[in-house]
């Protein structure tokens, strides 16, 4: 969906900044939902500008492509796709592609806006220390070691396409354009055919030989040659010198480096990339030796990783389909030894174009299963097959043909067969525990059930209401249907939540009902556990919810939802780190579902991670630009950092909108405060009495009243939050506006009070 449709079905325009006066070499300040405002720099590429995203009200950095590069139509399509592909890299070292698109024939890229300075930058200032300069190439290989298992080579690795942020991130920039920059007289001679900065391009790609991942080995270790001796490794005066010395010179040595760093810096540097650095991850388990400390790296998968793709079938079959898919995909779920990705997420590739080579690099997962249904009458057959994403290789094929009766017993067959298939490839894969016999149904439940499961997700109030419908009437069909219970109740549930503050209080009891009746029926559904966690969440029942989600996780390890509540948990209770694990987790499950982007941006500000908050809360309204939640919490990111411009587009587009829920009025008051803009004031005492269960307004009510100067006012706030049950010590610690009472013995004594409760809590787990 585009942001610019969503934009419009809002009615929202928040205020535009003004254009920045100035030249302007465009004849146009718009482009697609961009709002030019100012360039940032220029390069081989294009332009780089400054603009505002207007459908999400945002600032972005968007890069426009000469036409000359990407000339014929062929070319464009073959950008826009490997574009695409590299944007679904999602690091914190590698800059993150937004969107990728076409407008009046100009093609732009729209990413993360960084504020900082590129390495180049740095060099130029003679502003590296040999500390500074190991930190940047840590981050890089981080980055370079992701990117690489997914299959994507940067190919133009140089200090101009690596960014230090201003709070020492580092990101790539650029990854998988190199490919299509074409030859300038700057860069190589026309004649040779070969593209890149020639500075720092690795032989291989001078010869004009196939490359791997270990030719951006050669370029980041040239650059880090680079940041240690001041000047580039292979000089030369013109393109022509410094090709012939990358081939053929030894750099000179490095002066006044330690012989052991000298060392790393010269295997990184071999030009024959045998006796190179094989991988990113050597190369910095190289460096972690020399710089001393430890550090994990990410994304070395001990796991395996399967992503089920939608059965391609008629369109009036697609429900059922989909059904069969997410029942495979909770199946397989309880297997720990595999990541399986989200139906959520899956669902995004049905109809699609890419290869399934090119969906195993975006979602970073070995394996695949695709396949394709057809149904006639009471019979229907399943076609799948499993490859392996890396090399295209098929691992399992089978058919299976059934009445639609016995549609659950293929869901497991299938399941199990995959199971097997795996085992024999890995040999600590466990089998699928035994799972509960279903009851045999007709063709009428089981259309009725999948209909209720494929409405149930969408969390539509309406949506919902016709999903208890349906499956209230699949359980009076079929009593022992342990996960139809299940469903039912997380619906009521959900329900329940989206109906506050005006819900019936009864749908919580039934949501419980039916939860317990589906775990006296099946004592081993993840589903009804997730269940009674929203219940005992809604009751503020923390406890309760951390050992329902554990139950569930125990049961089913990759279920999302469980690792996406349980994260929230863990935000609420004061466990911030452990939140932060967790939501990271559930992304890499199910990169598409929004929610986990959320919480994974609320538990980073709970640690005063500001920045890199705003990059989660940033990719979570692209997803699902109409949470308010989002937004206020990026909005308090902002207003924490004391970006202005940038809190106000947020306030600008909060504003607008109806029903707010109180905790994002509140940010709304604090950016009023800080702004100094006159307004009633937001919270009195009476007020205070009348909030329900909403620690969070009130804390945040304090925040206003620190900034006044108001201390006691503050302290109020505070102590009914922490009565009321705030449990976020973390966030009370690194609340920025909360600075001015750090040494207040009253305020000492409330941080304590909740320390207590978080001790008795965590015995309790
Ligand atoms: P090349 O075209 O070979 O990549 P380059 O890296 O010098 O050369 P650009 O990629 O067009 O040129 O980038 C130009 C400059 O714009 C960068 O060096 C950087 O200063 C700035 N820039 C690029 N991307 C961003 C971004 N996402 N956020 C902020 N500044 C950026
Ligand atoms: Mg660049």
């Not at 502003?127 to 080579?153: F, N, P």
């Not at 690596?162 to 030859?183: E, P, T």
């Not at 006691?712 to 939050?721: H, N, R, T």
Request: hydrophobic share 40%; net charge negative.
């Amino acid at each position: 969906m585009s942001d610019r449709r969503l934009f419009k079905s809002h009615q929202v325009t928040p205020e535009l900044p003004r254009l920045q006066p100035g030249p302007q070499p465009l004849d146009r300040n718009v482009i697609a939902s961009y709002m030019l405002e100012e360039q940032l720099g220029s390069g081989g590429m294009g332009q780089v500008w400054k603009a505002i995203d207007r459908g999400l009200a945002r600032p972005v950095a968007l890069k426009l492509l000469p036409h000359s590069m990407v000339a014929d139509q062929d070319t464009r399509a073959r950008f826009l796709r490997e574009a695409k592909v590299a944007s679904v890299l999602n690091h914190p070292n590698i800059v993150t592609i937004f969107e990728t698109g076409e407008y009046e024939k100009q093609l732009f890229i729209a990413m993360e806006l960084i504020e900082g300075v590129t390495v180049r930058d740095l060099i130029n200032r003679h502003d590296v220390t040999r500390e500074r300069a190991l930190d940047i190439v840590k981050q890089a290989l981080l980055g370079l070691s992701a990117a690489h298992q997914a299959g994507i080579i940067h190919r133009d690795i140089k200090p101009e396409n690596l960014m230090v942020r201003k709070d020492g991130y580092v990101k790539i920039l650029d990854f998988g354009l190199a490919k299509f920059q074409v030859s300038t007289e700057a860069q190589v001679t026309p004649q040779s055919g070969i593209v890149g900065t020639p500075r720092y391009m690795s032989p291989e790609q001078i010869k004009n030989d196939p490359v791997d991942g270990r030719c951006d080995l050669f370029s980041l270790g040239a650059v880090l040659y680079e940041m240690l001796a001041g000047e580039p490794p292979f000089g030369g005066e013109n393109v022509g010198h410094i090709l012939s010395a990358i081939i053929s010179l030894n750099p000179p040595a490095l002066k006044g480096v330690p012989p052991e760093l000298a060392k790393i810096v010269m295997k990184a540097l071999q030009k024959d990339r045998q006796k190179r650095y094989a991988q990113a991850g050597e190369f910095l388990t190289d460096i972690i030796a020399y710089t001393g400390g430890s550090l994990e790296i990410p994304g070395i998968a001990t796991e395996t990783s399967l992503v089920v793709l939608p059965l391609t079938c008629s369109p009036d079959d697609e429900i059922f389909a989909d059904g069969i898919v997410d029942e495979i995909i909770a199946n397989l779920s309880r297997n720990s030894r595999l990541r399986i990705i989200a139906r959520s997420t899956s669902k995004l590739y049905r109809n699609h174009s890419m290869s399934i080579q090119e969906i195993g690099q975006a979602l970073n997962v070995d394996m695949a299963l695709e396949g394709s249904l057809r149904r006639s009458g009471e019979r229907v057959r399943v076609v799948a097959q499993l490859v392996n994403t890396r090399d295209g290789f098929q691992m399992w094929n089978g058919r299976f043909e059934v009445k639609v009766k016995d549609i659950f017993d293929m869901e497991d067959e299938i399941s199990d067969a995959i199971v097997g298939e795996l085992h024999k490839h890995f040999k600590s894969m466990e089998s699928l525990d035994e799972r509960v016999a279903l009851p045999i149904v007709d063709s009428a439940i089981s259309e009725l059930y999948f209909k209720g499961v494929s409405l149930q997700g969408t969390l539509r109030i309406d949506d919902i209401r016709k999903a208890i419908e349906y499956l209230q009437k699949v359980i009076e069909l079929a009593p022992g249907f342990a996960t139809a219970h299940a469903k039912l109740s997380t619906s009521l549930a959900n329900l329940y939540r989206l109906l506050l503050p005006h819900a019936p209080a009864e749908l919580l009891g039934e949501a419980e009902e039916e939860a317990k009746k589906a775990l006296a029926l099946d004592p081993a559904n993840p589903d009804a556990y997730v269940s009674l966690s929203i219940v005992a969440r809604i009751r503020g029942d923390f406890s309760a919810a951390h050992a329902n989600l554990s139950e569930a996780l125990r049961i089913s390890p990759s279920h999302v939802t469980a690792l996406s509540w349980l994260s929230y948990v863990h935000i609420f209770t004061g466990n911030c780190e452990e939140a932060e694990k967790l939501a990271r987790k559930a992304i890499e499950r199910d990169p598409a579902g929004s929610s986990h982007y959320t919480f994974l941006g609320y538990s980073l500000i709970s640690q005063g991670r500001f920045m890199e908050a705003s990059d989660a809360l940033d990719r979570a309204l692209r997803i699902d630009p109409r949470n308010h939640y989002s937004y206020a919490i990026l909005l308090y990111a902002k207003l924490a950092m004391g970006q202005m411009e940038e809190a106000r587009i947020m306030r600008d587009y909060l504003v607008h909108s109806d029903n707010l829920p109180l905790a994002v009025q509140a940010v709304l008051s604090l950016y009023r405060q800080i702004t100094e803009t006159p307004a009633e004031v937001p919270f009195s005492d009476e007020l205070l009495l009348k909030i329900p269960y909403e620690p969070e307004a009130e804390r945040i009510a304090a925040d206003v009243f620190a900034l006044r100067g108001e201390m006691k006012g503050a302290l109020k706030f505070i102590e009914s939050s922490v009565k009321k049950g705030l449990l976020n010590l973390p966030f009370l610690e690194h609340d920025p506006f909360l600075k001015p009472l750090r040494d207040d013995p009253a305020f000492i004594t409330l941080k304590g009070l909740v320390a207590d409760r978080i001790k008795r809590l965590s015995h309790k787990h």
